[in-house]
């Protein structure tokens, strides 16, 4: 049986590994296919384009988007596609003026941390996030834990840019021109919308042009009571009336860096690609 791990990340954004690190092991466990989703960016698919067709398995075009609503998955775009690479550079841009906003707020907290810290924290890709914030507070003993770091200092900084961020229709459509597919990532870290505004909200993406639901992936443990209940049954539900295709994938990051965030783990077939392609 074919096997696709539709949602993963490099040191291009907030992963560990290298491309070609994740692919060879993405062959080493017998995957038919992979695709690499970092944040803001295909730098990481682009370096490793020509050289994938070497080894036994498929790479996906791929890449996952913060918007104003919520994250969105791309699949199956032209690399080249001006519009989408001049969206992910501003994004990048802005990203970094986040990240900087947010490091001079943790001095009010008697943090001493500099954004050159931060920076080589976000690998060869430069392109850093909370994450890397998180992870340096962590470092130099801050706080005990990467979660500790986000409760107990990051999300209580408050953040306003100068450009507001970029609304999820616009995003939407810049795939859809790139020739893509637009899909909605964890939809569990929607949780605490009621299911009337939960309906609304994937109608409207809907309406904007997304293709379908990650409805299988990995679920961090704050969301674990969500696992089996009727919010997931809710999602699924949602995705097979309003005819979107249910994708999956493990939003892998790099062995260790999260329990039971393991490549791999959740995967789709070969009639998901077929889909996504068409």
Not at 221 to 244: A, C, G, V
């Amino acid at each position: 049986m074919k096997k696709y791990d539709l949602h993963t990340h490099t040191h291009y954004s907030d992963g560990v590994l290298s491309p070609i690190e994740l692919l060879k092991k993405a062959e080493k466990l017998k995957l038919t296919g992979v695709a690499i989703t970092d944040h803001d960016s295909i730098d990481g698919f682009c370096e490793i384009f020509k050289e994938s067709k070497k080894h036994n398995i498929e790479l996906i075009p791929g890449v996952e988007i913060q918007g104003l609503e919520t994250e969105i998955l791309g699949y199956f775009f032209n690399k080249e596609d001006n519009a989408l690479n001049l969206l992910l550079e501003k994004h990048r841009t802005q990203r970094k003026k986040y990240v900087f906003k947010k490091i001079e707020g943790l001095s009010n907290y008697g943090i001493d941390i500099d954004y050159k810290e931060v920076l080589n924290k976000s690998g060869v890709g430069q392109n850093p996030n909370a994450y890397h914030i998180a992870k340096t507070i962590v470092e130099k003993g801050y706080a005990q834990d990467i979660d500790s770091a986000f409760k107990e200092y990051i999300r209580n900084i408050p953040v306003r840019l100068e450009v507001p961020p970029t609304r999820v229709k616009r995003i939407i459509q810049i795939i859809k021109d790139a020739g893509g597919k637009a899909v909605l990532p964890h939809p569990w870290y929607l949780k605490n919308f009621q299911k009337s505004e939960l309906e609304s909200f994937i109608i409207k993406l809907v309406q904007d042009g997304l293709s379908g639901i990650e409805v299988i992936g990995y679920i961090p443990e704050k969301f674990k009571n969500f696992k089996n209940n009727s919010f997931i049954d809710k999602i699924k539900e949602l995705t097979k009336k309003y005819e979107l295709i249910e994708t999956a994938g493990s939003d892998f990051h790099g062995d260790n860096t999260h329990e039971n965030n393991i490549l791999g783990k959740y995967t789709t077939s070969q009639k998901t690609i077929d889909l996504l392609k068409k």
